[in-house]
């Protein structure tokens, strides 16, 4: 009979400490199998700071899928933006990622040992699970690409030779049903298979107040079969096939803050917008977000025992990935956005080698050797919609016809009704790895620990297929603005001599003309100023106040800049990168049950590129580009053409690709275990190099890279077993955590977020040097508390997980107001009967804890900001029948 596991009562810790309560006074030693390094150990003496949550765990504390795993690992977070396959990865407050195809995770998932290069890949249901690993810190040495932070290491159930099986189904509110069902036995003597499969439906718990259809639903099944070939003691073969599904609508937003084009939008052009902040999870829109996913792949671990001290390990694997979405974009019930679609088609092939072995139990060492290939398309179009020229026409005052008569464009050239860009980009990612690792035996109780690796990343990107309908797109607001008044002074603006004078005599007034400002209030009107032949003027003084051509930027209105293809004569859209990642280590054994060790560690992720309409040429390049006749015509005027406005004003500093990212981390701790349970305290010190960091602004994302990032912490996994209460079982765990930016120049930016125009900064790009990282709590806990009684017809099973987080700032872009403490509670209550059969009632976020997961500025609406609001409570019934 399968009994509720006082592991699952655990959590995080309890497995972490490698201990099994019993119904008697005192806990008892259960040895707990670890692969976090690459082998077989039993996680008392890994001297690394890891979180191992059983597979009992996820099943009675109905952790459905990885997003959920957070709950009882406070060092890790996962958050989910936008759409279902855009999810973020965060280890100890470090990972990136999600909305941009090009920026690889810096928390590396491993699925049976089979790297997944997008989040989107990993977010199907746990089934069959038997651990999942949680790898705290750079593990770059073993892991190779993608594990600066860390890794999420998820391991499946393999297949038995004694027919088994368990089916299942869950009935929820929402009208949540999930099913699920496993079946698994030979096929021969030396042949096994199993078979489990799922699906998970449910309603959207966004209602949508306007005519699209609801957000926030569950509407995928996966499917997985494997085979295990054990034809002798020495060899063993297991083959691994996937698939899996995703259709859904998400994600739904709450406006917490609402700008001056909020009533625009609703008084003068009859659209609806999202409810206000209230949790009352509304949202306005004319459709739904709708992201489909289809993942597959096929891998094949061979595993021979060349002789008594010698193991050969082969991992090969063919994996596909699509995601489409097709994202309504600015949440309202207008089409300010038309089409906003992208495509994404990821395939990857990769194959690793290891060799390990020990030498007279004084050394044990491993060789390996990793290689992969991935080609990635992404198809992207954001067009504008019917409404986007008479609300920008509102916004500017009706300034679109005469710039457009200004410019030699005809009426109603700008913010046309489909109108937009579209483009195709490609990249090729080659990387190759050689690692090692050696633990040598100094003394009986001494061990220290030497890795080195050898990486290498060759990236080519092809930036093509760009159309442009939307010729606003590429002006130079900058110049046309300068230009128009130069020309009313009477200077040239052809002639530098003429320009460069003027700027000498005049450096305040040619200042603001080449600098973002906003002039514009509600309702269009220049605040403050009159206008005069074009210009914003000072009624007392007539003096220009700023270009008003650029309050189309500062509103957000220029999102789709000029985009140059590339290669190019001057981009050769390539990027090769290199590095040896390293790990020092001493563990020394105290006592029998204490282990205190101290680490040093060196991570590396590779350059990343920016694959989306935002991309930009590095300041350096524009020149020679202007120079090589790569750039569009920015404007009508034959005023110089430089790059557009948002390269001109060298927005956020965004660039085509951000450099290689670079962790090291130093960490002292110790592992003790004592009659009545565990500890575990980690203390570690971060510093994260070129940290990359892809940030949205409401009109775009900025690719950029921050100079140093630093972190503190001390990190606690305990697990008590109160001898006085039998089959009690009390874990509780926490991290707390102090990250700033050493050097953060030229961060994105705006108005009311970490450096504002009170700060005397402009929107665009600010300094975030000494200011603390957003987004991570000085302090996160997990308490769980478990209760198991046996009785005559099988065993009760108790339980309540308490998971809290400190307050916090969300992002760096949003205003400090803007914040999320964390206090939920989940709990469950089971039967267990002796014929196999159990029944679990359980509730997540039990207590209707209310905060935001993360938010943004509102698309194209300057000064309003949107939030995620978490997830309701949400309860059901599940009944699971095991044979």
């Known amino acids: 009979m399968k009994m509720f596991s006082k592991a699952a009562a655990l959590g995080t810790t309890a497995i972490l400490c490698g201990l099994v309560g019993t119904t008697g006074a005192l806990a008892q030693v259960e040895t707990i199998t670890v692969t976090s390094q690459k082998r077989e150990q039993t996680l008392q003496e890994v001297p690394i700071a890891v979180s191992v949550v059983q597979g009992e765990t996820l099943e009675d504390a109905q952790i459905i899928d990885a997003i959920d795993l957070q709950s009882v690992v406070p060092s890790l977070r996962v958050s989910q933006l936008e759409r279902s396959s855009n999810a973020t990865f965060i280890i100890r407050g470090q990972g990136n990622g999600a909305n941009n195809p090009g920026i690889e995770p810096s928390v590396a998932v491993y699925i049976d040992g089979v790297f997944r290069s997008r989040a989107g890949t990993a977010l199907s249901d746990l089934m069959g699970i038997e651990r999942v690993e949680v790898l705290r810190g750079p593990q770059s040495t073993l892991f190779g690409k993608n594990a600066t932070a860390g890794v999420v290491s998820i391991i499946t159930e393999e297949p038995q030779f004694q027919f088994g099986g368990q089916a299942e189904i869950t009935l929820g509110n929402y009208n949540s049903v999930i099913t699920r069902g496993s079946l698994t036995g030979p096929i021969s003597d030396n042949l096994a298979f199993s078979l489990s499969g799922s699906v998970n439906q449910r309603d959207g718990y966004y209602t949508n107040t306007g005519p699209g259809g609801d957000f926030n639903n569950r509407d995928r099944w996966a499917v997985r079969g494997q085979l295990l070939y054990v034809p002798n003691d020495v060899f063993s073969l297991r083959v691994i096939a996937d698939y899996d599904e995703i259709d859904e609508q998400c994600c739904g937003t709450d406006r917490l803050l609402d700008g001056a084009a909020g009533p625009v939008i609703r008084n003068f052009l009859g659209g609806q917008t999202s409810a206000g902040a209230g949790f009352n999870y509304e949202i306005a829109t004319d459709f739904a977000n709708q992201n489909t996913i ?336 790569e750039l569009a015509a920015d404007n009508a005027l034959g005023l110089p053409t430089i790059v557009n406005t948002a390269e001109a004003l060298g927005v956020a500093g965004n660039q085509r690709f951000a450099r290689p990212e670079v962790t090291e981390t130093f960490e002292i701790g110790f592992k003790t275990r004592f009659s009545f349970g565990s500890l575990d305290v980690a203390y570690f010190d971060q510093t994260v190099t070129d940290f990359q960091s892809s940030v949205f602004q409401g009109a775009g994302f900025a690719v950029i890279n921050a100079g140093e990032q630093s972190a503190t912490g001390l990190e606690f996994d305990s697990v008590f077993y109160p001898p006085s209460i039998d089959g009690l079982t009390i874990s509780l765990s926490g991290i707390w955590m102090d990250a700033q930016y050493d050097d953060f120049q030229g961060a994105p930016v705006v108005s009311g977020g970490t450096v504002d125009l009170a700060d005397g900064v402009q929107d665009g790009t600010g300094d975030l040097s000494g200011r603390t990282v957003a987004g991570i709590p000085d302090f996160a806990g997990s308490l769980g508390v478990q209760y198991d009684r046996e009785l005559s017809f099988g065993e009760l099973l108790l339980r309540a997980d308490w998971q809290y987080e400190s307050n916090v700032r969300l992002l760096e872009n949003l205003p400090e107001s803007i914040s999320r403490q964390v206090n939920t509670i989940n709990a469950s209550v089971g039967v267990n009967f002796n014929n196999g059969l159990e029944a679990l009632l359980w509730a997540r976020n039990l207590n209707e804890d209310e905060y935001y997961t993360s938010g943004f500025p509102t698309t194209l609406q300057s000064g309003s900001f949107s939030v995620y609001p978490n997830q309701p409570r949400t309860y059901g019934v599940t009944l699971r029948k095991s044979f």
């Open 294 to 629: 289809e993942n597959s792949g096929i891998s094949a671990q061979a595993d021979w025992s060349l002789n008594d001290n010698l193991t050969l390990s082969s991992i090969t694997s063919l994996r596909g990935y699509e995601d489409f979405i097709d994202y309504e974009g600015d949440f309202t019930t207008l089409e300010l956005l038309g089409a906003n679609v992208r495509g994404l088609d990821v395939d990857t092939f990769s194959q690793e080698f290891r060799l390990t072995g020990d030498w007279n139990d004084r050394a044990y060492f491993l060789l390996g050797a990793y290689y992969s290939t991935e080609d990635m398309t992404v198809d992207d179009s954001r067009l504008y919609g019917a409404d986007t020229r008479a609300y920008v026409d509102i916004l500017t005052g009706g300034a679109l016809g005469g710039l457009e008569a200004a410019t030699g464009f005809a009426p109603g050239s700008f913010f046309a009704d489909g109108g937009g860009t579209t483009f195709t980009a490609e990249q090729t990612d080659e990387q190759f790895q050689i690692f090692s690792q050696l633990d040598f035996n100094l003394t009986d109780r001494l061990v220290l620990t030497a890795g080195l690796a050898y990486f290498q990343s060759e990236k080519e990107v092809n930036f093509t297929n760009v159309v442009r309908t939307n010729p606003f797109s590429d002006l130079n607001l900058v110049e046309i603005g300068l230009g128009s008044f130069l020309a009313s002074a009477g200077v040239d603006p052809n002639d530098p001599a003429q320009v460069g004078a003027f700027a000498a005599a005049q450096p305040a007034i040619f200042n603001q003309f080449v600098s973002a400002s906003s002039t514009f209030n509600a309702v269009g009107l220049a605040s403050g100023g009159v206008l005069v032949n074009g210009v914003v003027v000072d009624p007392n003084t007539g003096l220009p106040l700023a270009n008003p051509l650029l309050d189309f930027f500062a509103l957000g209105l220029q999102p789709l800049g000029a985009l140059t293809p590339f290669p190019n004569s001057v981009e050769d859209g390539r990027t090769s990168d290199s590095d040896t990642p390293y790990t020092v280590r001493l563990a020394f054994d105290a006592t029998d049950r204490t282990n205190v060790y101290a680490s040093f560690s060196r991570g590396f992720k590779a350059s990343s590129w920016n694959l989306t309409p935002d991309t930009r040429p590095a300041s350096g390049d524009v020149a020679a580009l202007r120079q090589a006749g």
